[in-house]
C-alpha cells in the first residue's frame, strides 16, 4: 500500500527559531499533499493544501507567511514553521493524494509530527 | 466553520458492548471516511463510504449514510479494549480534494 512519512517524528525547539517538517510519499507520485495541524484532544484542522510546482493554498485564518509550505517534487512537500512560539505547539499531520487516482478518496496519511516550541 | 460535529465527544462502554458513533457535515460530499487515532499516534484508516452509498460494512464496523441528513455513524460491534481510541469522522468536499474532520468521539472500552 501506499506509504506517506513525516520527518522529523517530533522536535522540540526555542521559541524564535523556524522549524521544517517533511512530508513524502515514498511509493507514489502525489500532485497535492495537505496539512493539518491538531492540537491536544482536539480534531484535525486543515491548514493548506500542496500543489507541485505552484504556491499552496491557505485555509481561512492561517497566516501564509508563519507556515511556509514548498512542494517542489512530487513526492515531498515541506511546511516550515517560522518564528515559532509555544502556541505553535502541535501535532502536524500531512496528507498525499496519489498521482494516478481518478477518484477524490485516494489520499494517504503521514504519522505525524509533534512540535513543542519551549 | 465548516468542521463537522461528532457525538457523543466522549463514550464509555464495557467489553462485548455495542458503540455508535455519529458525524455530520455541512456540506455537499463525494465520500465521507471514518479513521481512528491513538493517543498521540497518526490516523488508522477505517472505512470509506461514498455519497452514493448508504451502508457499508467491515469485519465488527458498519458505516451508515445519510446525504439527505447530511449525517453518517459508525458502529462497532462487540468492542474490546483495543478499541479504546478517538474516531473522526472525514468528509470529502465536492469538486475538491479537501477533507474536513469532524470534531471527534473519544471511546474508552472497559475490560
Known amino acids: 500500500g501506499a506509504v506517506v512519512s513525516q520527518h522529523p517524528s517530533w522536535v522540540i525547539c526555542k521559541s524564535g527559531t523556524s522549524v521544517k517538517i517533511e512530508c513524502r510519499s515514498l511509493?507514489?507520485?502525489?500532485?497535492?499533499m495537505f496539512w493539518y495541524r491538531q492540537f491536544p484532544k482536539q480534531s484535525l484542522m486543515l491548514m493548506a493544501t500542496?500543489?507541485?510546482?505552484?504556491?499552496?493554498?491557505?485555509e481561512q485564518g492561517v497566516e501564509k507567511d508563519k507556515f511556509l509550505i514548498n512542494h517542489a517534487s512530487l513526492t515531498l512537500s515541506t511546511l516550515t514553521v517560522t518564528s515559532a512560539h509555544p502556541e505553535d505547539s502541535s501535532f502536524y499531520i500531512c496528507?498525499?493524494?496519489?498521482?494516478?487516482?481518478?477518484?477524490?478518496?485516494?489520499?494517504?496519511f503521514g504519522p505525524g509530527t509533534r512540535l513543542t516550541v519551549l | 466553520s465548516q468542521q463537522g460535529e461528532e457525538d457523543p465527544q466522549a463514550l464509555s462502554i464495557q467489553e462485548g458492548e455495542n458503540a455508535t458513533m455519529n458525524c455530520s457535515y455541512k456540506t455537499s460530499i463525494n465520500n465521507l471516511q471514518w479513521y481512528r487515532q491513538n493517543s498521540g499516534r497518526g490516523l488508522v484508516h477505517l472505512i470509506l463510504i461514498r455519497s452514493n452509498e448508504r451502508e457499508k460494512h467491515s469485519g465488527r464496523l458498519r458505516v451508515t449514510l445519510d446525504t439527505s441528513k447530511k449525517s453518517s455513524s459508525l458502529l462497532i460491534t462487540a468492542s474490546r479494549a483495543a478499541d479504546t481510541a478517538s474516531y473522526f469522522c472525514a468528509t470529502g468536499l465536492s469538486g475538491t480534494y479537501k477533507y474536513i474532520f469532524g470534531t471527534g468521539t473519544r471511546l474508552k472500552v472497559l475490560a
Open positions: 496528507s498525499a493524494r496519489a498521482l494516478a487516482a481518478t477518484s477524490t478518496d485516494t489520499q494517504y
Open positions: 511509493d507514489f507520485q502525489a500532485t497535492t
Open positions: 500542496s500543489n507541485e510546482g505552484s504556491k499552496a493554498t491557505y
